[in-house]
């Protein structure tokens, strides 16, 4: 269940989805049409070819060139609290950014730290709740780093990306994965914001519903205790099954649908045999894309404990 929903307008999506949008693309096609931009601090997107000694970029615009000197690459390199290599790293990827100022001799100078202080304003002026494009950018043993927005990274706490358990990230996503993200904390004073990923994933009435009893699926081994072995089905559906000798974490496995309790809000396994080790996360299936959530229910109606969710204060 979900309450309060509404439309939502991507104003800054993250970086790599502007590049060939007709928009970025008439907007590069003459100094006339970039000195437009200007005047209207439209964000555009070029790809960044090269690094100089002096870790300046120079950015292709169209059929321009146009040059981010080091301090306008990133918020944080003036400041000193961002590193190098996050200059560095930009070449031959897709960058976004603002055009400065259009020189008599054609030359564009270009700012990313303008558009990203830009992208980062409104998105701390969205309500909480609200589901955001996010592309992964690097992975950590607590979470997930994601593009919000014109380069503008947060985190995913790893409790926070799916109801079944995982151990790293890795387990769950891969490095420039599009994913959905929804805005679970913020903090103007730090201008940190904390994100979430499960309430996109499905109910567990959602999820159980893509099984039966008496059927033979495949699922992966998330962990072993005394009791049993954890069985994740989807990302937000883990089972229990009884312990099986030569399985471990992160195999895949063929398992058998014993039974669905939605009371119980459990699903019993029994496993067939070993698969293999997963390599590659499982695919994300959102039930949820866009709007705002102010509260998300997992538990399904008849449940009898207490309801599990969260809520978007």
């Known amino acids: 269940m979900q309450k309060g929903r509404v439309s939502m307008v991507v104003s800054y999506p993250p970086e790599g989805r502007l590049l ?13 049409t970039l000195a437009q931009a200007q005047t ?10 090269l690094c100089t000694p002096e870790h300046d970029l120079q950015v292709q615009l169209g059929p321009f060139t146009g040059v981010i000197p080091r301090e306008e690459t990133a918020l944080g ?26 020189l008599s001799d054609g030359t564009l100078l270009l700012s ?3 558009a990203q202080e830009h992208t980062l304003a409104a998105l701390l002026d969205r309500p909480l709740g609200t589901v955001l494009p996010g592309t992964i950018t690097h992975l950590a043993p607590f979470g997930a780093f994601v593009d919000i927005g014109c ?18 990230p890795a387990q769950r996503f891969s490095i420039g994965q599009e994913i959905f993200v929804v805005l679970a ?21 959602e999820n159980a519903a ?3 009893p008496g059927m033979t699926v495949t699922g992966l081994v998330r962990s072993q205790k005394p009791y049993g072995t954890f069985i994740e089905l989807t990302p937000n559906l883990a089972a229990l099954a009884d312990q099986t000798e030569g399985i471990k974490e992160n195999d895949a496995v063929a398992v ?6 939605p009371d119980r809000m459990k699903v019993k396994l029994n496993i067939l045999q070993r698969l293999g080790e997963a390599t590659t996360p499982p695919p994300l299936f959102y039930s949820i894309t866009s709007g705002q959530l102010s509260h998300w229910v997992y538990s399904p109606p008849d449940w009898n404990g207490p309801e599990i969710g969260t809520t978007f204060d």
């Open 185 to 205: 904390e913020k903090d103007r004073k730090t201008n940190r914001i904390t994100l979430s990923h499960k309430e996109l994933l499905g109910t567990w009435s």
């Open 77 to 102: 390199i003036r400041e000193g609290t961002v590193r190098e290599i996050a200059i560095l790293s930009r070449v031959g990827k897709p960058t976004m950014c603002m055009v400065s100022s259009v």
């Open 151 to 168: 380069g503008v990274t947060s985190m995913l706490p790893i409790a926070r990306c799916s109801v079944a358990r995982i151990s790293h």
């Open 256 to 261: 058998y649908c014993k039974a669905i309790q």
């Open 20 to 32: 060939y949008t007709p928009g970025n693309q008439a907007a590069c096609q003459s100094l006339h």
């Open 210 to 212: 893509r099984f039966a």
């Open 112 to 114: 990313r730290r303008q």
């Open 40 to 49: 209207k601090q439209t964000i555009l997107e070029g790809r960044t070819i």
